[in-house]
């Protein structure tokens, strides 16, 4: 598949990939994946409030499980324990008529993506590296990044930026927008002027 461009009012506002399956989402779920930093929580709470849907931290909901913060699982158990972790939690999920934030890493694991491709439409947050960098530039040692102590953040960002376009159904680029013109971008672009379930 590829990617095509769509505009609003003569300007960029993301970028969507040729598909049959872009239909209105009804009650199913929006999964938004991307960089650590890259909005997704925030940005999350903002869409779920537009369509009336839940909302859903799948690294919230991994520390409530195992009680721990994610750096401390990566600290004490490693890389691949936390992807190990981190698919399981995915796995777990059931539900419906839910906004749903991913943590960066799940898109290792491809069983994990295929059960979100089954949950709903997958939605990228793309924001530029430089724009990462300076809102990561203190907090890279405690948020539960998951890379070796050897790896750079662009490193990450350059991994797994294939991984990203691979399962995404959308990509929105988020630089230099307020949450309100995203959120208003991305429900015009799935069909969706305003929820279902407010009609």
């Known amino acids: 598949m590829r990617y095509i461009e769509a505009s609003a009012g003569g300007t960029s506002s993301g970028l969507f990939k040729e598909t049959s399956s872009m239909k209105p989402i009804g009650d199913k779920n ?11 929580s925030t940005l999350g709470q903002c869409l779920a409030r537009a369509l009336s849907f ?3 931290d799948t690294d919230q909901l991994m520390e409530e499980r195992w009680g721990c913060l994610l750096q401390e699982i990566i600290d004490s158990e490693g890389l691949e324990a ?7 939690t995915v796995l777990s999920l059931d539900v419906v ?3 749903i934030s991913t943590g960066g890493s799940v898109v290792y694991s491809p069983r994990a993506m295929a059960h979100l491709q089954d949950l709903g439409r997958i939605l990228w947050l793309d924001l530029p590296l430089e724009e990462l960098e300076r809102r990561l530039a203190n907090g890279m040692e405690s948020r539960g990044i998951v890379r070796t102590p050897e790896q750079s953040l662009a490193d990450l960002y350059y991994e797994r930026r294939p991984l990203y376009e691979r399962y995404a159904q959308m990509r929105v680029e988020t630089q230099g927008k307020t949450n309100q013109q995203v959120v208003k971008e991305i429900l015009k672009f799935i069909h969706l002027s305003r929820s279902p379930r407010q009609e």
Do not use: Q
């Not at 936390?82 to 399981?88: D, Q, S």
């Open 54 to 56: 839940s909302f859903l």
């Open 97 to 99: 008529g839910h906004v």
């Open 30 to 40: 929006l999964i938004l994946i991307g960089m650590p930093s890259a909005g997704k």
């Open 82 to 88: 936390f992807r190990r972790r981190e698919a399981k």
